[in-house]
């Protein structure tokens, strides 16, 4: 069946760096991809999305590049911040199931002072 | 904000009562769609509602049901609550069923005991 997921459950990072989260996805199908970040008692909060025919999409602070080849999604968070701590979490939609979202389980990334 | 309002926040429920919960879409979106988020999983999906309409619905049982009012808002009901459904509930609306950025509510946390 079709899977969503992140290479690593936890990331450490030090305030100022850059940050990248990795996912990886099964369904060959799937032609559209989000990222959301989702902080402690909330819901998860859109950060950037990408459909298939492109491979790189940027944002303020955040690029997603997208690998169809080998079904791979990364986030790249620039100069990551104390309030980029959260869970973080790659979903994908698209054949015959693209009327929803697919989750992974999360990358909870932690920026240290 | 996403614009997408869920209430109740918090419940508390006991094994085998019935739970409505409910949802306004962001203006302007006519689809909902529901997931359950279990403590420190990704979330699943539940259900959408397009136009009134069930459109698509995931891996959980008959007791778990909703309906979308003709103002785009939405309500899951949970019949015969068992422990395992103790988690957060998501609601998330999209303009259309298919293809578009999907925004989410803070969720309704529900208890069961």
């Known amino acids: 069946g079709e899977s969503v997921g992140l290479h690593l459950p936890t990331l450490s990072v030090q305030e100022g760096d850059n940050s990248i989260i990795n996912c990886a996805y099964s369904n060959s199908a799937s032609d559209y991809f989000i990222w959301y970040k989702q902080e402690s008692g909330k819901g998860p909060q859109f950060i950037i999305d990408?459909?298939?025919?492109?491979d790189k999409r940027q944002g303020q602070r955040v690029t997603v590049l997208l690998n169809k080849t080998v079904k791979h999604l990364s986030l790249q968070i620039a100069a990551t911040q104390p309030g980029d701590s959260a869970v973080y979490f790659c979903a994908e939609s698209g054949g015959t199931n693209d009327y929803k979202l697919s989750f992974g389980a999360g990358t909870t990334v932690t920026v240290r002072a | 904000e996403t614009g997408v309002t869920q209430s109740p926040t918090h419940l508390i429920k006991t094994r085998g009562q019935q739970v409505t919960l409910r949802c306004s879409s962001q203006?302007?979106?006519?689809?909902v769609s529901w997931y359950q988020q279990a403590l420190g999983q990704g979330p699943q999906f539940i259900f959408q509602y397009y136009r009134e309409e069930e459109n698509g619905r995931g891996n959980f049982p008959p007791r778990f049901s909703g309906l979308q009012f003709p103002n785009y808002s939405s309500e899951l009901n949970v019949n015969a609550l068992e422990l395992d459904d103790s988690a957060l509930y998501l609601c998330?609306?999209?303009?259309?069923?298919?293809?578009?950025?999907?925004?989410f509510g803070e969720g309704s946390w529900l208890t069961v005991v």
């Open positions: 990408i459909r298939s025919n492109m």
């Open positions: 203006s302007g979106h006519n689809t």
């Open positions: 998330a609306s999209s303009l259309g069923s298919r293809g578009n950025t999907i925004y």
